[in-house]
Nanobody, 118 residues
């Protein structure tokens, strides 16, 4: 059974930092592209950043220079370090996994709320 479990969300003031974690089980983590998406109220879900199995990283322009993704294949965990947070970063953040085994398999975590407010 595949599980992606996010943690680390919460309330933070503008300019603050948070670190999200996503622990994966039931997937071939080391060969998966792992990503973070977010969805703000009334908006579509959007890609924040993803990291391929080979370490190629793709950031959304809105978070470049502020957010950093990393992965630990030994722990089947992907991290998102978020610095210089802005109110517009407020959203539910979702962990995403894409694994190509015969065909594409895609999985989502339940999401974790990040609120940036003073």
């Amino acid at each position: 059974q595949v599980q992606l479990v996010e943690s680390g969300g919460g309330l933070v003031q503008p300019g603050g930092s948070l670190r999200l974690s996503c622990a994966a089980s039931g997937i071939s983590f080391s060969i998966s592209t792992m990503g973070w998406y977010r969805q703000a109220p009334g908006k579509q879900r959007e890609l924040v950043v993803e990291i391929s199995s080979g370490g190629t990283i793709n950031y959304a322009d809105s978070v470049k220079g502020r957010f950093t993704i990393s992965r630990d294949n030994a722990k089947n965990t992907v991290y998102l370090q978020m610095n210089s947070l802005k109110p517009e970063d407020t959203a539910v953040y979702y962990c995403n996994a894409k694994t190509m085994v015969y065909h594409l398999h895609e999985y989502w975590g339940p999401g974790t709320q990040v609120t940036v407010s003073s």
